[in-house]
């Protein structure tokens, strides 16, 4: 098990470092846009000013030399206009004059029927709203046109003067272009610099990154845990926010390492307290054993006394076989190596199984080897136990009349060999489920029987299986209890060369 939880999502400098590049983009656009409008915007003003004052300029021309004729003068090509300009009289609403100077010539040339129309209403809306000087935009079949209308003193009607938009247009539409591309080429050049600028503001963060996650790969209920990576001296600087997190994270990988230096150190000294008081223990306990047989053979008691002996015999042989378990186990947390060899599991388990039906006949035993020939490389001794240890469990916690149900099979997608356990008991209680593996819990409590137990089969057993690179796991509920056992199948080539072990 690692430091972190398997499910722990650790936030990557890469997820940061987009974000922040997200940031400074949006921040760079939103800023190019409100200045591009802002400049736009400002540009249509300016455009727009100058030509309200041409074509102020333009209306007076045309008025001073309609004014200054004798009669109704016909003519509208006021000297000074520019080319472009637009003239045009109304009276009672019908076209007197009308014409545009041609911006190649400067020739007067006549406006058609067709912009009588636009331009009656022009000037009808433009009087009403009372306004001497009021332009407006008009489309026109000569183009588009900023016109303004005016009352004609010369003719008692109405005169309209106007100035072409085409080059205004044209202006502003180049601007808008303009603007576009150098905003897209300030919105990259952002981009490609912020991006370098942050991935090396962020490299010491991730070396940060790579060590927390290296730190949390590791094994860390294993045992012997040498933690030796560091965040680098020049990452790890009090004063800045990554110098602050890499310091941290050093003083933490230092607590962490001498809590499981302190904790190897602690468990070391109770495994050999164990090893050496069970050791110790199985000299006297044999010595007990040894003289109260003796005195049940050669010394006459009283029915009372006969039963004090006996229950000395029965309590010193579960002493005996506690402490044996205590030996075991301790050689196990010592990671002794097991004299291994070819085994077929379904050979050995038939033949464990066939001695329980043998012993325990008031519980039906059955068998069921679905992949023969399932070869792993164990120690025989030691499988032995642990598969005698899950049927003696399952007979010890089941009453009489259940079924047991013992198989063998394959994964041949994990290469694994299973064995299963599957009894018709009454269940493990859901409370007691978490707990079965851990040593001197009982499941008496849980399961029905009357057997005592130590609490160190299971337990025994799962550090067997795990010793090998297996795993044991159990699934229970009110008949249906799954004892299933995950070993490494044997690779065929090597199978060759190993010893095969007697079952």
């Not at 129309?117 to 009087?127: F, G």
């Not at 060899?341 to 001695?355: H, N, R």
């Not at 009453?399 to 394959?410: F, H, K, L, P």
């Not at 399961?447 to 550090?463: F, N």
């Given at each position: 098990?690692?430091?972190?939880?398997?499910?722990?999502?650790?936030?990557?400098?890469?997820?940061?470092?987009?974000?922040?590049?997200?940031?400074?983009?949006?921040?760079?656009?939103?800023?190019?846009?409100?200045?591009?409008?802002?400049?736009?915007?400002?540009?249509?003003?300016?455009?727009?000013?100058?030509?309200?004052?041409?074509?102020?300029?333009?209306?007076?021309?045309?008025?001073?030399?309609?004014?200054?004729?004798?009669?109704?003068?016909?003519?509208?090509?006021?000297?000074?206009?520019?080319?472009?300009?637009?003239?045009?009289?109304?009276?009672?609403?019908?076209?007197?004059?009308?014409?545009?100077?041609?911006?190649r010539?400067?020739?007067?040339?006549?406006?058609?029927?067709?912009?009588?129309?636009?331009?009656?209403?022009?000037?009808?809306?433009t009087?009403?709203?009372?306004?001497?000087?009021?332009?407006?935009?008009a489309?026109?079949?000569?183009?588009?046109?900023?016109?303004?209308?005016?009352?004609?003193?010369?003719?008692?009607?109405?005169?309209?003067?106007?100035l072409?938009?085409?080059?205004?247009?044209?202006a502003?539409?180049?601007?808008?272009w303009?603007?576009?591309?150098?905003?897209?080429?300030?919105?990259?050049?952002?981009?490609?610099?912020?991006?370098?600028?942050?991935?090396?503001s962020?490299?010491?963060?991730?070396?940060?990154?790579?060590?927390?996650?290296?730190?949390?790969?590791?094994?860390?209920?294993?045992?012997?845990?040498d933690?030796?990576?560091?965040?680098?001296?020049?990452?790890?600087?009090?004063?800045?926010?990554?110098?602050?997190?890499?310091?941290?994270?050093?003083?933490?990988?230092?607590?962490?390492?001498?809590?499981?230096?302190?904790?190897?150190?602690?468990?070391?000294?109770?495994?050999?307290?164990?090893?050496?008081?069970?050791?110790?223990?199985?000299?006297?306990?044999?010595?007990?054993?040894?003289?109260?047989?003796?005195?049940?053979?050669?010394?006459?008691?009283?029915?009372?006394?006969?039963?004090?002996?006996?229950?000395?015999?029965?309590q010193?042989?579960?002493?005996?076989?506690?402490?044996?378990?205590?030996?075991?186990?301790?050689?196990?947390?010592?990671?002794?190596?097991?004299k291994?060899?070819?085994?077929?599991?379904?050979?050995?388990?038939?033949?464990?199984?066939?001695?329980?039906?043998?012993?325990?006949?008031?519980?039906?035993?059955?068998?069921?080897?679905?992949?023969?020939?399932?070869?792993?490389?164990?120690?025989?001794?030691?499988?032995?136990?642990?598969?005698?240890?899950?049927?003696?469990?399952?007979?010890?916690?089941?009453?009489?009349?259940?079924?047991?149900?013992?198989?063998?099979?394959?994964?041949?997608?994990?290469?694994?060999?299973?064995?299963?356990?599957?009894?018709?008991?009454?269940?493990?209680?859901?409370?007691?489920?978490?707990?079965?593996?851990?040593?001197?819990?009982?499941?008496?409590?849980?399961?029905?029987?009357?057997?005592?137990?130590?609490?160190?089969?299971?337990?025994?057993?799962?550090?067997?299986?795990?010793?090998?690179?297996?795993?044991?796991?159990?699934a229970?509920?009110?008949?249906?209890?799954?004892?299933?056992?995950?070993?490494?199948?044997?690779d065929?080539?090597?199978?060759?060369?190993?010893?095969?072990?007697?079952?």
């Amino acid at each position: 098990m690692s430091f972190f939880s398997p499910n722990t999502k650790v936030s990557s400098p890469h997820a940061l470092q987009r974000k922040l590049l997200l940031i400074l983009l949006t921040s760079v656009t939103a800023v190019s846009v409100l200045l591009g409008l802002l400049y736009n915007a400002g540009m249509r003003q300016t455009l727009m000013d100058q030509l309200n004052s041409q074509l102020r300029l333009a209306t007076e021309r045309a008025l001073n030399y309609s004014q200054g004729a004798p009669a109704v003068n016909s003519r509208l090509d006021a000297p000074g206009q520019a080319a472009g300009t637009l003239t045009a009289r109304f009276v009672d609403k019908y076209v007197f004059n009308g014409g545009v100077l041609d911006e190649r010539t400067g020739v007067l040339e006549q406006l058609s029927q067709e912009d009588a129309i636009p331009m009656v209403d022009l000037e009808l809306s433009t009087l009403r709203e009372g306004g001497p000087f009021k332009p407006v935009r008009a489309h026109l079949t000569v183009g588009d046109y900023y016109l303004v209308a005016v009352k004609d003193s010369g003719s008692n009607g109405i005169l309209i003067v106007g100035l072409p938009l085409h080059s205004t247009d044209l202006a502003l539409r180049g601007m808008a272009w303009l603007t576009l591309f150098i905003a897209l080429i300030l919105i990259a050049g952002a981009g490609l610099a912020g991006s370098w600028l942050i991935s090396r503001s962020l490299a010491s963060l991730k070396r940060v990154a790579t060590v927390a996650a290296s730190v949390a790969a590791e094994e860390l209920d294993s045992g012997k845990v040498d933690l030796a990576q560091r965040v680098p001296a020049q990452d790890a600087i009090p004063g800045t926010e990554v110098g602050n997190v890499g310091n941290a994270l050093n003083a933490m990988i230092s607590n962490v390492s001498t809590a499981l230096t302190s904790r190897e150190k602690s468990q070391a000294q109770m495994r050999q307290f164990v090893a050496d008081a069970s050791h110790e223990l199985r000299t006297p306990l044999s010595a007990i054993r040894g003289y109260t047989e003796l005195l049940s053979a050669t010394e006459h008691f009283s029915p009372d006394g006969q039963r004090s002996v006996d229950r000395v015999l029965q309590q010193s042989a579960r002493m005996s076989s506690l402490v044996e378990s205590l030996l075991l186990l301790a050689r196990l947390d010592e990671e002794n190596a097991f004299k291994r060899s070819e085994v077929d599991l379904c050979e050995l388990t038939a033949d464990i199984t066939e001695d329980f039906k043998l012993t325990a006949s008031d519980h039906h035993w059955i068998f069921d080897c679905r992949t023969p020939q399932t070869i792993i490389h164990a120690d025989s001794a030691s499988l032995r136990r642990v598969i005698t240890n899950l049927l003696a469990n399952a007979r010890k916690h089941t009453t009489a009349g259940n079924t047991v149900t013992v198989s063998v099979d394959q994964d041949d997608q994990t290469d694994e060999a299973i064995l299963r356990v599957h009894d018709t008991g009454e269940g493990i209680a859901p409370e007691f489920l978490p707990r079965v593996f851990e040593r001197f819990t009982r499941a008496d409590k849980a399961r029905s029987g009357s057997d005592g137990t130590t609490g160190l089969g299971l337990p025994i057993a799962k550090s067997i299986v795990e010793a090998h690179g297996g795993k044991i796991t159990v699934a229970s509920k009110p008949g249906d209890t799954v004892f299933e056992v995950r070993l490494p199948l044997i690779d065929p080539e090597i199978a060759e060369e190993m010893p095969k072990a007697a079952v």
